[in-house]
């Protein structure tokens, strides 16, 4: 990241290149082509012909209001799921999430089912450097 002092009033200013985007930020380049199709990314200050440089205070910004949408989501999903409690579940939600929120407890981390999938025979294949004719 490339820090420059502002002239006027002496206060750094920080570039952030595509890089620093992917590494710091985590918005690949696909993210960012993608964000920039729905007219939410910021504009570069720079432009290169394969990268752009981008004030960091205008991704930061970016970020700050892409964590809101997603919790503003997040909030409107659940609301619509508690919905179809009952009145003594929904309280009871309500309360865990209170305390969660609250104590800053991690929830917990969904399991992945192992699958198994069928091998192929341990065979060799003709034509396809087996040994054919041995």
């Given at each position: ?33 993608h ?47 508690m ?9 009871q ?42």
């Open positions: 990241m490339q820090t420059l002092d502002c002239p006027r009033c002496g206060k750094p200013i920080r570039f952030v290149g595509p890089g620093e985007l992917e590494r710091e930020y985590g918005l690949a380049p696909n993210s960012v082509t964000y920039k199709g729905t007219g939410r990314f910021p504009k570069a200050v720079l432009e290169y012909q394969k990268a752009h440089v981008y004030l960091e205070d205008d991704i930061l910004k970016f970020k700050s209001d892409k964590l809101s949408r997603d919790l503003g989501g997040v909030v409107d999903k659940l609301m619509n799921d919905k179809h409690l009952t009145p003594d579940d929904r309280s939600a309500r309360k865990l999430l209170e305390e969660r929120l609250l104590n800053g407890d991690e929830p917990p981390k969904p399991t992945r089912k192992r699958t198994t999938r069928k091998r192929g025979s341990s065979s060799p294949r003709k034509g396809k450097g087996g040994l054919e004719g041995a």
